[in-house]
């Protein structure tokens, strides 16, 4: 499924980037419009420990397809899965677009206190739910996938 979604990306990525007519009213006339996609900025994407890999790299994917930079927090409850994410990711990955932080509820607290353009959250703990659910009232940028 991971090698479907960068094929599906590598793919589709020039029409995505394409802007789209948008239709203009008669008292605008001779006026034209597009919608110009641009990515969010910084991303911040807190994946589960249940299907670690894909849940990590599935939306990393679609990130930095969309041009934006990532920070990618793979669960602590998955150790092994973790360390083989940071190693290989930090080693193939362009550096200056893409970060792996590891670490448990401190390090994500800490995560949480920091300014981000979108949150992706991938996972079902209620506990954190609850905790995220506080700070993305406050910015309106969070995406759950429970």
């Excluded at 094929?7 to 001779?30: G, I, N, V, Y």
């Excluded at 401190?106 to 739910?129: C, M, N, R």
């Amino acid at each position: 499924m991971t090698k479907a979604s960068c094929k599906l990306a590598l793919k589709e990525l020039k029409r995505w980037m394409k802007p789209e007519k948008a239709k203009t009213s008669m008292a605008t006339f001779p006026s034209s419009a597009e919608i110009v996609s641009e990515p969010f900025g910084v991303v911040l994407i807190i994946s589960t420990w249940n299907y670690p890999l894909l849940l990590s790299l599935d939306p990393v994917i679609g990130a930095i397809a969309a041009g934006n930079v990532v920070v990618l927090k793979p669960s602590e409850i998955s150790p092994a899965t973790s360390s083989l994410l940071a190693k290989l990711l930090e080693e193939y990955v362009d550096n200056s677009a893409f970060r792996v932080v590891e670490g448990a509820v401190a390090e994500t607290s800490a995560l949480l206190e920091q300014k981000w353009d979108k949150i992706f959250y991938v996972g079902p703990h209620p506990l954190f739910i609850f905790s995220l659910s506080a700070f993305c009232l406050r910015s309106l940028n969070c995406i759950f996938f429970l």
